[in-house]
């Protein structure tokens, strides 16, 4: 890996509810703490290789990327050149991760047709592997992973990107994308966790976050390959599921599942602290960096 991730990073989806300014402020305390990767992600907020290069200019050695840019945001001549621009300024400190997002988000908000995003998928990787770039670009290939569940796509991370970025998945989840990518290829999942003890209030706060996910067919889709059923998906979701995907409870046991994570065959796991608002959760991120860290 020639980009150093670290084992456990942070990632976020707050930033885009403050000031520039006060994200980048966010970005080096990210960085003292000792953590080595940043990951934002893409909806309709701000443009994330934007972000990217306003975080990577106010920090000097973390590392940021996207989980995920959204390939039908910016045709492959246009991601290659934002990857390559960001790659050159600030070498290996920019992981590009790249998802097809949900039909939601690309048919009915952005106008394209989702018929098909595996395939749209592959081609536009290939689109971008010939792409051409005419300015100075990085000394090596900058790498790029993918936002990958279920076989086909983690099969593909395997063999046209560095690897996968698993979202909203469990370590048995990990065990099996570990079998399929192989040895070799990168598996980067993301873990949601709750700082509370309390099982009603952390559930809630687990249930609060989950609610959009669980309206997602991709997400609800690989949770039945994870044997999570209709009685699971009502009423905000089971006890079970909101187990198995948010880790709550005290720093042990957030630790535990982070090492589960790893055992499983993750070569990196990066974090995302949920909370009742959409405070940037600094204290939660200190407390975390002192228990994994």
């Not at 998802?99 to 939601?104: D, F, M």
């Not at 936002?147 to 469990?170: D, I, V």
Request: glycine fraction near 8%; include cysteine; charged fraction near 20%.
């Amino acid at each position: 890996m020639t980009i150093d991730l670290g084992r456990v990073g942070i990632w976020t989806g707050v930033l885009d509810a403050h000031p520039m300014a006060v994200a980048q402020d966010a970005a080096r305390q990210v960085e003292q703490l000792g953590f080595r990767t940043l990951w934002i992600p893409e909806t309709v907020g701000r443009d994330p290789l934007v972000v990217s290069g306003a975080l990577l200019g106010a920090t000097s050695t973390l590392v940021l990327a996207t989980g995920i840019a959204n390939i039908y945001a910016r045709d492959p001549l246009t991601m290659v050149a934002g990857q390559m621009t960001l790659a050159e300024a600030y070498p290996d400190r920019f992981l590009l991760g790249l998802g097809v997002s949900h039909k939601h988000l690309v048919q009915h908000l952005r106008k394209h047709d989702y018929n098909q995003p595996f395939s749209f998928m592959r081609n536009y990787l290939t689109a971008m592997d010939e792409s051409r770039f005419m300015a100075i670009g990085p000394t090596t290939p900058p790498p790029r992973v993918l936002a990958a569940l279920g076989p086909k796509m983690l099969e593909l991370s395997a063999t046209a990107a560095q690897g996968a970025h698993p979202y909203f998945t469990t370590p048995e989840h990990t065990q099996g994308a570990r079998q399929l990518l192989g040895r070799d290829a990168w598996l980067l999942p993301e873990q949601m966790v709750v700082l509370d003890a309390n099982p009603t209030s952390a559930r809630a706060t687990a249930r609060a976050a989950m609610a959009v996910y669980l309206r997602a067919p991709n997400y609800v889709n690989n949770l039945r390959r994870l044997r999570f059923d209709d009685a699971d998906f009502a009423d905000g979701g089971s006890d079970r599921l909101a187990d198995a995907i948010v880790a709550w409870g005290s720093l042990d046991q957030i630790a535990a599942r982070v090492r589960a994570h790893h055992d499983a065959g993750a070569d990196h796991v990066c974090i995302q602290v949920l909370r009742d608002d959409r405070e940037i959760p600094l204290t939660e991120w200190r407390e975390l960096a002192g228990a994994l860290l």
